[in-house]
């Protein structure tokens, strides 16, 4: 069986599409790529989708997934920012086994993490961004190969092509 993907898309049920855009686009400065007016935003999260939805007769699904937004380069100037915009932060900013990390909650109770991922963490997503490019190349060749075979047999040596 051939491994699967990343990511492609991760979806979130909210109460308020306006307080969800204040907070992903304003306080934690997503890019809104596509919005569906009273049903849907769409928000870049890197190389994965964050979609965010209006959930149905205001129930929101029982807690037990997070989401992890991993920072590049200093952490701790992030989560100052962070609660600059009035982010409050369940546990604080700490050393754990995957990296150096902080939880807080969205508006409507999702737990979210950032994250700068520790040097074993790191080569992990090196390496699964290295393959990932590889992967990526590989049906574009075997595409363009297609192609070419895919031609009419007319040689150019040959003064009298199949009719």
Known sequence: ???????????????????????????????????????ALHFGAGGTLLSIHVAPDSALPPRGSWIVLAVDADIDGVCDDLQGRGVVFEQPLADRPFGRSAMFRDPDGHELW???????????????????????????????KVRRHERPSVSRRDPHPPT
């Open 114 to 144: 950032v994250c700068q991922p520790s040097a074993t963490e790191t080569q992990f997503h090196r390496w699964r961004l290295a393959r990932r490019t590889v992967e990526r190349r590989v049906p574009v060749q075997r595409a363009r």
């Open 1 to 39: 069986m051939r491994p699967l993907a990343e990511p492609l898309n991760l979806g979130l049920y909210v109460r308020d599409l306006a307080r969800a855009r204040a907070f992903y686009g304003g306080t934690l400065g997503l890019p809104l790529w596509r919005e569906e007016p009273g049903e």
